[in-house]
């Protein structure tokens, strides 16, 4: 049986401290995550166990494979067990023009 997960859709425009989720009472689990881009350029996807981007990541992703001067437009981590995050959830990017997904539930 699959719990119905919900989805944070977060782009480079969004601030890390406004883009978090609190963990309340109950503990996030992170099924999926994955990463766009247009291809212009390497992309990182850092997601914190935190509710800033303070310490070390524990989900990183990274579209940065070239070929022909594109770079990866998409690449994803599924995660079974899910991830758990107790504090909170906060994404952060680096590159130019990403878009991040996480597919999540709540125990």
Do not use: C, W
């Not at 601030?15 to 212009?40: E, M, P, Q, Y």
């Not at 952060?92 to 597919?103: D, L, M, S």
């Amino acid at each position: 049986m699959y719990d119905n997960a919900s989805v944070l859709s977060v782009t480079s425009n969004s601030v890390a401290a406004s883009n978090a989720i609190v963990s309340g009472g109950g503990a996030i689990r992170v099924h999926k995550v994955t990463l766009n881009g247009d291809g212009s350029n390497a992309l990182i996807l850092d997601v914190y166990n935190q509710l800033t981007v303070t310490g070390t990541p524990e989900i990183s992703i990274r579209a940065n494979q070239e070929f022909s001067g594109q770079f990866s437009r998409y690449i994803e981590a599924d995660f079974d067990p899910p991830v758990e995050y107790n504090v909170g959830l906060t994404l952060a990017f680096t590159g130019n023009g990403p878009i991040g997904k996480v597919y999540y539930t709540r125990r």
